[in-house]
C-alpha cells in the first residue's frame, strides 16, 4: 500500500477552484494552504503545506487534479492511484466552505482506521489530513466522516489484480 497515492472525488463542493505549484512532489486529496501569487503569473498561487504558524488559521484548500499521465506505455500509468504531481507542475484545487463534501483514499488519511463519526483535521508538515476520534481544536480545517464505501474488484489475470479503495466522504464543519 505505500506505492499508492491519493485518489480524490468532489462530491459536493461549492467553493471555486484555483491553480497551485509546488516545489515538491504531491498527491491528490491532499490538503494546502494559498501562498503567494507565482512570480510574473496572474492567476497560479504557491502551494503551502500546513505548518505550525498556519494550523489554526489558514483556510486549506483540496487538491483534485485530473488523474492522466502522457506515459501510456503500461496501463498502470493510467492508474488513478498511480497518479503523482510533479513539482514545478500546475495543478487544480478546490476552496472548501462549511458542509461541502468531497472524497479521497483510506489511505491518503493519517492516524488509523476511518470510520463514520470520526473527524479530520491538519497536522504540522503534511498534506495529509489526521485522524481523530473527536472534533480536533487547533485546526482551521475541521472534517467528518459521513461515509466509507468500497469501490472496485478483486479479478485473475494471470496474477490477483486487486484495485478495491475505500473512499473516505468527508463533510467540511469548519475551514478557517
Known amino acids: 500500500?505505500?506505492?499508492?497515492?491519493?485518489?480524490?472525488?468532489?462530491?459536493?463542493?461549492?467553493?471555486?477552484?484555483?491553480?497551485?505549484?509546488?516545489?515538491?512532489?504531491l498527491e491528490n486529496g491532499m490538503l494546502v494552504h494559498m501562498g503567494d501569487l507565482v512570480t510574473g503569473s496572474k492567476d497560479i498561487y504557491n502551494a503551502?503545506?500546513?505548518?505550525?504558524?498556519?494550523?489554526?488559521?489558514?483556510?486549506?484548500?483540496v487538491i483534485g487534479n485530473p488523474a492522466w499521465s502522457y506515459d501510456d506505455g503500461s496501463k498502470t500509468n493510467q492508474n488513478e492511484n498511480a497518479y503523482v504531481i510533479k513539482a514545478g507542475t500546475?495543478?487544480?484545487v478546490y476552496a472548501l466552505n462549511k458542509n461541502d463534501k468531497f472524497a479521497i483514499a483510506d489511505y491518503g488519511i493519517?492516524?488509523?482506521?476511518?470510520?463514520?463519526g470520526k473527524y479530520v483535521g491538519l497536522q504540522n508538515g503534511s498534506g495529509k489530513p489526521t485522524l481523530s476520534a473527536t472534533k480536533p481544536t487547533g485546526s482551521?480545517?475541521?472534517?467528518?466522516?459521513?461515509?466509507?464505501?468500497?469501490?472496485?474488484?478483486?479479478?485473475?489475470?494471470?496474477?490477483?489484480?486487486?484495485?478495491?479503495?475505500?473512499?473516505?466522504?468527508?463533510?467540511?464543519v469548519s475551514n478557517g
Open 1 to 25: 500500500m505505500e506505492n499508492l497515492k491519493g485518489i480524490f472525488e468532489s462530491a459536493n463542493i461549492s467553493g471555486k477552484n484555483y491553480t497551485f505549484v509546488s516545489t515538491e512532489d
Open 48 to 61: 503551502v503545506i500546513p505548518a505550525t504558524a498556519t494550523l489554526a488559521s489558514s483556510p486549506v484548500y
Open 90 to 92: 500546475p495543478f487544480r
Open 110 to 116: 493519517d492516524g488509523g482506521e476511518a470510520e463514520v
Open 140 to 172: 482551521a480545517f475541521v472534517g467528518e466522516i459521513v461515509y466509507v464505501r468500497r469501490l472496485g474488484a478483486e479479478y485473475f489475470v494471470g496474477q490477483t489484480v486487486d484495485t478495491r479503495v475505500n473512499k473516505v466522504v468527508i463533510k467540511v
